[in-house]
């Protein structure tokens, strides 16, 4: 199960995330380590990015990356 | 407060010991505090080679005690690779080998959002510099998420920790004093922050470099190195061994250094914010307002409506500052005229210096409100909703959501367009973009279609409501736009992602701007487009108008307009043969020319040529002279309504502002880019009024 299997409003427990290093460097530095958890706020039309919360930070990822972020 | 400052820049002012570095994530509210803190005595740099502006600032207090304040860009890491955040990277790992750091370091932390602030503030204990923790936006902290000042400080064994809210101005004198009192109290420092713990610090011993000054940060260096999967020495066996090693403890080599920060960041929380529970369910009210600001049909509906708003201000508003600004050059001029004597130095100063300038300040108004427009959408944190929103579609066309910005920028200027991709973390898209802002078409073209609109194009309604005048202006603007978004889709398959960076960003809360703080940065927007530009014009402008007055003609001898015999005069006629084929004559030939100093140039040019009295009404007797205009031998008018449609396409594609070429060569640091763009856009320009001209004249249109 990943980020983008949440439907808009549930929560999820982040358990790894794939990817190149880059991008996993990046979520992990916002704040998207393993153990913890995620609310999907919305998404946008046509696999546009999603919007997500982590801790206090509202962010917008993109489709493909969101696909990359797996939950428990 | 001694303005003078401002315009006097100080010397290197962190070249002293005693400077202060202000740190902190983007939202923050960092380039809030430094304005308020430094107010007008600031310089805005680049830093050398790059274009990220360094802004460097000198903080006045009580007494004579004053120091040297750097705002360096907002970032989330030291780890990061966009173009902002690598400065900030390289700068930090200066003051770790111990070039020139800064006395004190004020790490700026957004208190609504502590564990994340206090991720790169943990980077920068590491160093050892004195710091100061800054708890910006107390005033949003609701009472389950107070923080425990004292306990904070001690846990981070920082000098102070010092709670303000820019917005409401209050906490800065606080502030202001607790900076002094570290400058003045150089003590040794050990920060307590112990994020690495014993397993890792006995795995890296080998990655640690001596020329570092602390053996924490030394530690995070190693831990970096690791990530990147990047030896020391060249001797990669060495790095795999390491690697293999930390695996096997359990732990991810690529995120070790974020996930060992946040392990003790986590830890030390529930001292810091004791009654905090984590509501990841909870609505903060700026989720309320974005179910109708990113609504899927609503939202780009409001942005839709914003952005008329805002081009209809640009357009109207800003005419009547403008035309103050056309009285005051005209009246400098006469001045000038009527109280020096006839000779070169009146000439250069009348036409090169007063015209050239005259020309640049004329869209000063335009490129204020359109900043001060687009400041307050990105201080109150809409800007980063319409990237989220715009996204998709704009990464189909090889674009980046955040690409909005500098494309409606470009609709005014495309130079402070340009300036704008710096946001774009991605190389690709933000060259992309670059390449195709000059399409926009931007305010300076809009006197040269109104000149040419009024003259050729009959005001008559069709369609039942359109006037053909206005529509003809719409069609110009729509065609450098849609041809725009189409050669982004083209350039994107072509040019190759360089920087690994990836598109995460962050939604921030919505806020009320500072008022104080988007008005200084109107401010200094406006003089960094003085300043950029103007160089540039001055120096073409005074070129242009050698070319066109010399070599000078006894007028008496000859009743032919002295210009024909001019440099730019022969220029014209020696480009003759290369745009007749466009239907355009000498004389535009020499606009074309003269516009590479402006494109608006264009049309003081072609009142010089037509000899029409400079003053005032200029385009309405400059219509008259171009519509009479016949070939002396054969009769026939030389300007038809297709010749000046053809003129008109011409105008929105080709590259003839010379300040934009300047700036995309200092963005891209590379020749390559800009004249690549000079090529595209001639070419383009070429095509198009060739096809108008020519599929006109065999359509049977004259």
């Known amino acids: 199960m990943t980020l983008i299997d949440l439907s808009p409003g549930e929560v999820g427990t982040i358990s790894n995330i794939k990817g190149n290093r880059h991008l996993q460097n990046r979520l992990v530095e916002l704040g998207l380590l393993s153990g913890t958890d995620v609310r999907l706020v919305k998404c946008t039309p046509f696999n546009g990015p999603v919007e997500i919360k982590v801790r206090d930070s509202y962010l917008s990822i993109r489709w493909d990356d969101a696909q990359l972020v797996e939950l428990k | 407060m001694k303005k003078s400052h401002f315009f006097k820049p100080a010397q290197k002012l962190t070249q002293d010991s005693h400077w202060v570095a202000l740190v902190g994530n983007p939202n923050c509210g960092k380039t809030a505090i430094f304005n308020l803190l430094t107010g007008l005595h600031q310089k805005v740099s680049n830093y050398p080679g790059i274009t990220v502006e360094k802004k460097e600032g000198t903080v006045y207090a009580q007494g004579d005690k004053t120091f040297n304040l750097l705002d360096l860009p907002g970032t989330y890491s030291l780890s990061a690779e966009s173009f902002d955040e690598q400065i900030v990277s390289d700068q930090v790992l200066s003051w770790a080998k111990g070039e020139n750091p800064p006395a004190v370091i004020v790490s700026v932390v957004d208190a609504s959002n502590l564990s994340r602030n206090l991720y790169l503030t943990t980077q920068l204990l590491d160093l050892d510099i004195p710091t100061i923790v800054v708890l910006n936006m107390m005033d949003q902290l609701k009472d389950s998420s107070q923080i425990e000042i004292q306990k904070l400080k001690k846990e981070l064994g920082v000098s102070a920790v010092v709670p303000i809210s820019a917005k409401m101005n209050w906490g800065l004198d606080a502030l202001k004093s607790a900076i002094q009192k570290s400058l003045v109290n150089v003590a040794q420092t050990n920060h307590q922050s112990q994020w690495i713990n014993q397993d890792i610090s006995h795995q890296i011993?080998?990655?640690i470099e001596p020329h570092f000054s602390s053996s924490?940060?030394?530690?995070?260096?190693?831990?970096?190195r690791i990530s990147r999967n990047e030896s020391l020495n060249g001797e990669n066996s060495n790095i795999e061994a390491i690697r293999n090693s930390i695996l096997e403890l359990g732990y991810n080599t690529d995120t070790l250094e974020a996930t060992l920060r946040y392990k003790w960041i986590d830890g030390i929380l529930p001292f810091v914010q004791p009654k905090i529970r984590t509501?990841?369910?909870?609505?903060?009210?700026?989720?309320?307002?974005?179910?109708?600001?990113?609504?899927?049909?609503?939202?780009?509906?409001?942005?839709?409506?914003?952005?008329?708003?805002?081009?209809?201000?640009?357009?109207?508003?800003?005419?009547?500052?403008m035309d103050w600004i056309q009285a005051g050059i005209d009246n400098i001029a006469i001045f000038v005229l009527s109280n020096m004597s006839p000779g070169m130095l009146r000439d250069i100063l009348v036409e090169g210096i007063i015209g050239g300038v005259g020309a640049i300040v004329i869209f000063l108004p335009?490129?204020?409100?359109?900043?001060?427009?687009?400041?307050v959408l990105e201080d109150t944190g809409y800007m980063a909703r319409v990237a989220f929103m715009l996204d998709k579609s704009m990464t189909k066309m090889g674009l980046h959501g955040k690409s909005i910005l500098p494309l409606m920028s470009a609709y005014a200027c495309a130079i402070p367009g340009i300036m704008s991709t710096r946001t774009i973390d991605s190389w690709k898209e933000r060259l992309v973009t670059i390449l195709i802002l000059p399409l926009m078409s931007c305010s300076a073209r809009l006197p040269v279609y109104t000149l040419l609109i009024s003259a050729f194009i009959p005001p008559i309604t069709v369609g039942g409501y359109f006037n053909l005048q206005g529509l003809t202006l719409v069609v110009m603007y729509f065609l450098g736009t849609?041809?725009?978004?189409?050669?982004?889709?083209?350039?994107?398959?072509?040019?190759?992602?360089?920087?690994s960076s990836s598109f995460v960003m962050e939604l921030p809360p919505y806020r009320v701007p500072i008022t104080r703080s988007v008005i200084r940065q109107v401010f200094i927007r406006g003089k960094l487009f003085l300043v950029n530009a103007g160089k540039i014009i001055m120096a073409i402008s005074i070129l242009l108008w050698f070319l066109a007055s010399y070599p000078k003609v006894d007028s008496s001898l000859t009743d032919v307009n002295p210009i024909h015999h001019s440099y730019a005069g022969k220029i014209?006629?020696?480009?003759?043969?290369?745009?007749?084929?466009?239907?355009?004559?000498?004389k535009i030939g020499i606009g074309l020319l003269t516009s590479f100093a402006a494109r608006e140039v264009m049309v003081s040019t072609m009142a010089t040529i037509y000899n029409v009295e400079d003053r005032g009404d200029e385009t309405v007797n400059l219509r008259e002279a171009m519509r009479n205009d016949v070939d002396e031998k054969t009769g026939v008018p030389v300007y038809t309504p297709l010749i000046a449609l053809a003129l008109m396409v011409f105008y929105v594609f080709a590259a003839q502002c010379m300040a934009t070429f300047a700036i995309v060569r200092q963005e891209t640091n590379s020749w390559k880019w800009p004249l690549f763009m000079i090529a595209y856009l001639t070419i383009l320009a070429y095509a198009g009024a060739f096809i108008v001209y020519r599929g006109g004249l065999l359509l049977g249109y004259s």
């Open chain 2, 572 to 586: 014209g006629h020696a480009m003759e043969p290369i745009i007749r084929p466009l239907g355009f004559d000498w």
């Open chain 2, 482 to 499: 849609v041809t725009a978004l189409i050669l982004a889709k083209i350039f994107s398959q072509f040019i190759k992602e360089k920087s």
């Open chain 2, 205 to 207: 011993k080998l990655l």
């Open chain 2, 216 to 224: 924490k940060f030394a530690a995070a260096h190693a831990l970096r």
């Open chain 2, 279 to 321: 509501k990841i369910q909870k609505e903060t009210r700026s989720e309320r307002w974005d179910k109708i600001l990113t609504h899927p049909w609503m939202g780009p509906a409001i942005f839709m409506a914003i952005l008329y708003f805002i081009f209809q201000s640009i357009f109207t508003w800003a005419s009547i500052p």
């Open chain 2, 366 to 375: 335009q490129i204020l409100i359109l900043s001060f427009f687009l400041t």
